[in-house]
T-cell receptor, first 112, second 113 residues
Framework: DTGVSQDPRHKITKRGQNVTFRCDPISEHNRLYWYRQTLGQGPEFLTYFQNEAQLEKSRLLSDRFSAERPKGSFSTLEIQRTEQGDSAMYLC??????????FGQGTRLTVV | KQEVTQIPAALSVPEGENLVLNCSFTDSAIYNLQWFRQDPGKGLTSLLLIQSSQREQTSGRLNASLDKSSGRSTLYIAASQPGDSATYLCAVDPGGGADGLTFGKGTHLIIQP
């Protein structure tokens, strides 16, 4: 296992379309996080899973966003009816019991 | 609400210099603090993790210190190299998993050859 993997790396979509991103965490890590990062800003927390349970969601996560982590393995983040304001880098991170967090390379979303 | 501030926002120095990046946070009730490096268009690479009970951590030319009571951390880079050019991000973890990490906006570092 070489680290956290995210797919796709880049996504261009038309406004109003749905998109789904995937994250494969480090296999033994029980915690998985999604963050969003816009240009010139640090990443902002979106949601958190411990194993398969989604334990926390930020107010940034509108009703158009949904995340799952079936069987406590990989996770998906879906954005419905995309808006131009959704354009950002979406980052996934995993950790073991709140220790060092490891990030993937991110998915760059552009909504046109 | 935890707020993290990084100073300076940008820094350009000649190769070979030692430098210090600063990070401050408003709520001292943290579980740990982590420094990351981010190259343009890429994800984050973990550099150092300091637990709340620790004062400093070292990895190669990097040394990070933590003063939890005053809400400050510094990242010291010795003998800087052009390959060190990147954005450096500081993040605090409140513990328990909730709310994830709170990040500063980063320091954009350029090392001139």
């Amino acid at each position: 296992d070489t680290g956290v993997s995210q797919d796709p790396r880049h996504k261009i979509t038309k406004r109003g379309q749905n998109v789904t991103f995937r994250c494969d965490p480090i296999s033994e890590h029980n915690r998985l996080y999604w963050y969003r990062q816009t240009l010139g800003q640090g990443p902002e927390f979106l949601t958190y899973f411990q194993n398969e349970a989604q334990l926390e969601k930020s107010r940034l996560l509108s009703d158009r966003f949904s995340a799952e982590r079936p069987k406590g393995s990989f996770s998906t983040l879906e954005i419905q009816r995309t808006e131009q304001g959704d354009s950002a880098m979406y980052l996934c991170a995993s950790s073991l019991l709140g220790n060092e967090a490891f990030f993937g390379q991110g998915t760059r979303l552009t909504v046109v | 609400k935890q707020e993290v501030t990084q100073i300076p926002a940008a820094l350009s120095v000649p190769e070979g210099e030692n430098l210090v990046l600063n990070c401050s946070f408003t709520d001292s009730a943290i579980y740990n603090l982590q420094w990351f490096r981010q190259d343009p268009g890429k994800g984050l690479t973990s550099l150092l993790l300091i637990q709340s009970s620790q004062r400093e951590q070292t990895s190669g030319r990097l040394n990070a210190s933590l003063d939890k009571s005053s809400g400050r951390s510094t990242l010291y880079i010795a003998a800087s190299q052009p390959g060190d050019s990147a954005t450096y991000l500081c993040a605090v973890d409140p513990g328990g998993g909730a709310d994830g990490l709170t990040f500063g906006k980063g320091t954009h570092l350029i090392i001139q050859p």
